[in-house]
Every structure is written in structure tokens, then in C-alpha cells.
């Protein structure tokens, strides 16, 4: 199983979301900024490195939002997502396709990887 943190970083009411690059797993699928906590890393620090490789900011995560447990075809994933601020920086393009900050009525809009449905789902029920 491999470990995986993301982000909600929230701007008033709406929330942060990034289009997969199409080469990739999941290409053109929209998630949640983030990725892989490396060996030696704490799931926080894993969740700072990887806000500041894709989208060039600094952020601070604060609670957990949810965790879950996720089987794809190619890989198992025990996914965390952190209610997380930004500190300093604007997201910029640097690994993704696109980015953009959605309200939860328009989650239905976009295609999501399938790990998040769930965290889409409570997202719906907390601020829908």
C-alpha cells in the first residue's frame, strides 16, 4: 500500500483542483494538489514538498480532513487529506494540465480520479 497525502485549500467558498497531466496514470482526471509521502518523510512534510513541486507555494497543514483506503487497477492507496492554507505564493502550473478553484455545486462538472469521490461526497454534505 502506498502512503499518499493531498490538500483542500479552500479560498473563500470555493476549493482547489488540478487537472492530471495526460501522460500520466489517470491522465486528465482532476484531484487534489499532491502525492507520494517519500521514506523519512512525515505525511505533513511529504504534503509541503509536494505543494511546492507542483504548484510552486507554501502551505501549512492543519487537520486531517479525512483518510481512506483506495484500490486502482495498478496500485493500492491509503490516501490523507489535510485541511491546508496557503502561506505564501499563487498556485502556478508546473507539473499539471490545469487548475482551478470550484464550489461544491460544481463538483459534478469535472471528471475526478476515483480516490476522491468519497472526499468529494463529504465535501457535498459539510458545504453543499
Known sequence: ???VVAAL?????RFL???RPAHK???LLWEFVGGKVEPGETKRQALIRECREELDIEV???CIYMELVHTYPDICVHL???ETSIVSGVPKLLEHQAITYIQPSEIAA???CPADEEILQRILADHG
Open 80 to 82: 490523507t487529506i489535510f
Open 17 to 19: 483542483i488540478c487537472q
Open 9 to 13: 485549500i479552500w479560498q473563500g467558498d
Open 60 to 62: 501549512n497543514p492543519e
Open 1 to 3: 500500500m502506498v502512503e
Open 25 to 27: 496514470a489517470r491522465g
Open 110 to 112: 469535472y471528471d475526478f
